[in-house]
């Protein structure tokens, strides 16, 4: 078995959709990004990435390339647990927070935990607030961090 651990951060920006794990969330604010900034699922293709010893998002999808701009983040997931396959390894369970402190996202967590389970299978996801500390907790963004566990198929 092998973990890897994904961290990203995202700022709110006006004009943005808030999409997380594949869901677009009702809210006036987005996210800032090349791609759909995606926060939640980034950080999952960080961390399979990383449980995979195969690098990070920006050596895969670098926002310096035109290719990527509004990207579909759950595209880049499917090209990512695709590539950890190749890799030799199948993915067992990820395991998601989410931290933002508005919208709620309760009442859309088994949407978006079903998205994610399309493409990965065994999953978890969770929300948490920043009790008003730290960007987080003052509304200027959000931030996820996921852990992956794979094995050798």
């Known amino acids: 078995m092998r973990t890897g651990i994904g961290i990203d951060s995202h700022r709110f920006e006006a004009g943005r959709r808030l999409v997380l794990g594949g869901v677009e969330v009702p809210y006036e604010l987005g996210l800032a990004g090349h791609s759909d900034a995606d926060v ?3 950080a999952i293709v960080d961390a399979l990435l990383g449980a995979a010893g195969l690098g990070d998002i920006g050596r895969h999808f670098p926002d310096t390339d035109e290719a990527w701009r509004d990207a579909d983040s759950m595209d880049l997931l ?4 695709a590539r950890v396959v190749e890799a030799g390894f199948a993915v067992e369970h990820v ?3 989410v931290m ?6 309760a009442p859309h967590l088994d949407a978006i935990q079903a998205s994610l389970a399309a493409v990965l299978g065994s999953v978890n996801v969770k929300a948490t607030t920043g009790e008003g500390m730290g960007f987080v907790g003052r509304g200027e963004g959000a931030a996820a961090l996921a852990v992956a566990t794979i094995a050798p198929r």
């Open 95 to 97: 395991d998601a927070t």
């Open 78 to 81: 499917r090209e990512v647990v």
């Open 100 to 105: 933002l402190e508005r919208p709620k996202l």
């Open 40 to 42: 939640l699922t980034h």
